[in-house]
Nanobody
């Protein structure tokens, strides 16, 4: 059973930066497809960034957010720069134990963290 724990959320002013972390346990992390998703109040959960065979970004965050992973620490990161109020959401880490899984596919990601809240003030 894979467990994911996010951290690093908080309140930041527009234009600021945050780095989210997601620590994984319970399996062979280096072989996982990993993704970040977010859900704003009243909206559906949406893809933000993911990595597996390739790295993907949502158009709304491309050039501002960077996903990275440290397999030695079983951790995936999301560096968020130039934050905007519309980035306010609960950010979720997701994983699938098949490296070939498309990390953009919300239905294909088998394991989810509980989320961490990011609030960007204007």
């Amino acid at each position: 059973q894979v467990q994911l724990v996010e951290s690093g959320g908080g309140l930041v002013q527009a234009g600021g930066s945050l780095r989210l972390s997601c620590a994984a346990s319970g399996g062979s992390f280096s072989g996982y497809a990993m993704g970040w998703f977010r859900q704003a109040p009243g909206k559906e959960r949406e893809f933000v960034a993911g990595t597996g065979y390739a790295t993907y970004y949502a158009g709304s965050v491309k050039g501002r957010f960077t996903i990275s992973r440290d397999n030695a620490k079983n951790t995936v990161y999301l560096q968020m720069n130039s934050l905007k109020p519309e980035d306010t959401a609960v950010y979720y880490c997701a994983a699938d134990t098949y490296y070939s899984t498309d990390p953009r596919d919300i239905r294909g990601m088998a394991y989810w963290g509980r989320g961490t809240l990011v609030t960007v003030s204007s």
